[in-house]
C-alpha cells in the first residue's frame, strides 16, 4: 500500500525559499498523479500544484505558479515542490495526495494523503 510523508517545512522569512519533500513508500509511484495542497488557519484547503503521472505534465494554480515548481525524482520515488518568493499568505499545512491518473484535471481524486509538513512565512 502506498504511503506518503512530507517533510521539509519550517518557518522562513517573507522572500524567503522552502523545498517541500513527498516521500512515497510501499508502491512506487509509477503512474500515480501527486498533487500538493495547503491549508491555511481559517480557510478550507486548497490545490497548489499537480504532476501527473500519465504524461509528466505539471499544473499550478495561478496564486503560486511562477513561485512554487512541482517535480519528481523517479529513482528517489519522491515528489518535491520547490517554494520561492515565499509571503505569508503561503503559510499553512501543506499535504501531498496520490491519485489515479486524472487527479490533476480533476477527474479522479486522491487515494492517499500525508500528514503534513507546516510552513510558516513570517518575519
Known amino acids: 500500500q502506498l504511503q506518503l510523508a512530507e517533510s521539509g517545512g519550517g518557518v522562513v522569512q517573507p522572500g524567503g525559499s522552502l523545498r517541500l519533500s513527498c516521500a512515497a513508500s510501499?508502491?512506487?509511484?509509477?503512474?500515480?498523479?501527486i498533487g500538493w495542497f495547503r491549508q491555511a488557519p481559517g480557510k478550507e484547503r486548497e490545490a497548489v500544484s499537480c504532476?501527473?503521472?500519465?504524461?509528466?505534465?505539471?499544473y499550478y494554480e495561478d496564486i503560486v505558479r511562477g513561485r512554487f515548481t512541482i517535480s519528481r525524482d523517479s529513482a528517489k520515488n519522491t515528489v518535491y515542490l520547490q517554494m520561492n518568493s515565499l509571503q505569508p499568505e503561503d503559510t499553512g499545512v501543506y499535504y501531498c495526495?496520490?491519485?489515479?491518473?486524472?487527479?490533476?484535471?480533476?477527474?479522479?481524486?486522491?487515494?492517499?494523503w500525508g500528514q503534513g509538513t507546516e510552513v510558516t512565512v513570517s518575519s
Open positions: 510501499g508502491v512506487t509511484l509509477g503512474y500515480y498523479s
Open positions: 504532476f501527473s503521472g500519465s504524461d509528466k505534465s505539471t
Open positions: 495526495a496520490a491519485g489515479p491518473p486524472g487527479l490533476c484535471s480533476r477527474k479522479r481524486q486522491a487515494n492517499y
